[in-house]
């Protein structure tokens, strides 16, 4: 009965490193969504999980950046080569159904990520 | 394309009333509440699917124009439980859940 949870909840990084933010999902849930919130602004799109296929990853801001859900269940989401604009918090959500356009996100704690 | 959210912030007494505005640009599909507190995740109030519907959530509740691609939150009756910032989120012809940039909702005893 847990929620969405995430992994590391803090992580500083040094520019130019690799990252792994991990999503851990409602058990149960078949999509799942990563989001990036900057302080003082909304939840920002950026790709989104139907089992383990990416149905679209249009919001993702450049190609260091990439997402899995090998197994339709835990997501990672990766950063390369790490800048200070990266510096955000990254959300997950997931839902029960299959991302319909009137489904109920349940949000994780988020991954508060520095770039230093 | 993000909704635009108003006012950005509101102060109130308790008690009080305010009503959160949110509008879009393109057709909606539905439209999504959250309350988010500091340090927190965002956390779901409603939703409202196109039919211009109300829905309510105890003293909280919500009216969806379709036509006019509009959707506003109802505080009534505020208290202290009720701060945070409020984001709308509305979804088009693909699924995504766009955010506006929220409005921060401060209820003093």
């Known amino acids: 009965g847990a929620g969405v949870s995430q992994s590391p909840r803090y992580k500083v990084t040094k520019r130019g490193q690799d990252v792994a933010l991990r999503c851990d999902p409602i058990?149960?849930?078949?999509?799942l969504y990563w989001y990036r919130q900057a302080l003082g602004q909304g939840p920002e799109f950026l790709t989104y999980?139907?089992?383990?296929?990416?149905?679209?990853k249009s919001g993702l801001p450049n190609d260091r950046f990439s997402a899995e859900r090998p197994e339709g269940s835990i997501s990672t989401l990766t950063i390369q080569r790490t800048e200070q604009r990266d510096s955000a918090m990254y959300r997950c959500?997931?839902?029960?159904?299959?991302?319909?356009?009137?489904?109920?996100?349940?949000f994780g704690p988020g991954t508060r990520l520095t770039v230093t | 394309q993000q909704p635009v959210q108003s006012p950005q912030a509101v102060i109130l007494r308790e008690g009080e009333d305010a009503v959160i505005n949110c509008s879009s640009s393109?057709?909606?599909?539905?439209v999504h509440w959250y309350r988010q507190k500091h340090g927190e995740a965002p956390v779901f109030l409603m939703i409202?699917?196109?039919?211009?519907e109300q829905k309510g959530h105890d003293k909280i509740s919500a009216s969806f124009n379709e036509k006019k691609q509009q959707s506003s939150l109802y505080l009534t009756a505020s208290q202290l439980s009720y701060s945070g910032t409020y984001f709308c989120?509305?979804?088009?012809?693909?699924?995504?859940?766009?955010f506006g940039a929220g409005t921060t909702v401060t209820v003093r005893a």
């Open positions: 989120g509305t979804v088009g012809d693909d699924y995504k859940l766009s």
């Open positions: 058990s149960g849930h078949v999509s």
């Open positions: 999980f139907n089992y383990e296929a990416q149905q679209d």
């Open positions: 409202l699917l196109k039919g211009g």
């Open positions: 393109k057709a909606l599909y539905s």
């Open positions: 959500a997931s839902s029960l159904g299959s991302g319909q356009r009137g489904e109920r996100q349940y």
